[in-house]
């Protein structure tokens, strides 16, 4: 089944909530390699591992939803292999990026303690503030 209309449009109703949050470009990255992963290894969690893999090399989860990232290029383990196998991810969190602008994300999602953390603590701590969000969207939905 194609995420698209006929007109090309991404059918927002097949997305998942965060990218339903998100700018047309994230959607269409997502909808487009889920389709094709589809047709190349069936309905399921592989084809989904691969569509996040391919939409975490542009874009990154900030809170709620996904934002264009800086600098193209995988943002964790899972996404610079593609979505063969199951590896740790950094869940949208761009874990690549420089230490300055994880903690500028913290700062913008107001994480406590930020200017204490390691690199590794501040991709934990978004990670954790990404999911609080995205709860919290999805009660209000």
């Keep these: 089944m194609s995420r698209f209309t006929k007109d090309g449009k991404v059918k927002a109703e097949t997305l998942p909530s965060t990218l339903q949050r998100s700018d047309e470009k994230a959607q269409d990255t997502f909808a487009a390699t889920l389709d094709s992963a589809e047709e ?30 800086e600098q193209k290029g995988p943002s964790d383990q899972q996404a610079a ?10 869940g949208g969190v761009d874990a ?6 994880l903690y500028d994300l913290a700062k913008e999602l107001d994480v406590p303690g930020r200017s204490r953390m390691s690199k590794d603590e501040l991709v934990a701590a978004l990670q954790k503030a990404n999911d609080r969000e995205t709860r919290k969207a999805r009660e209000a939905q």
């Design 40 to 69: 190349q290894y069936g309905d399921g969690e592989r084809a989904r591992r691969t569509a996040f893999a391919s939409l975490k090399h542009g874009f990154e989860k900030v809170g709620d939803h996904w934002e264009p990232k």
């Design 81 to 90: 292999h593609g979505g063969a196998e199951a590896r740790p991810t950094a």
């Design 96 to 101: 690549n990026a420089s230490k300055q602008h």
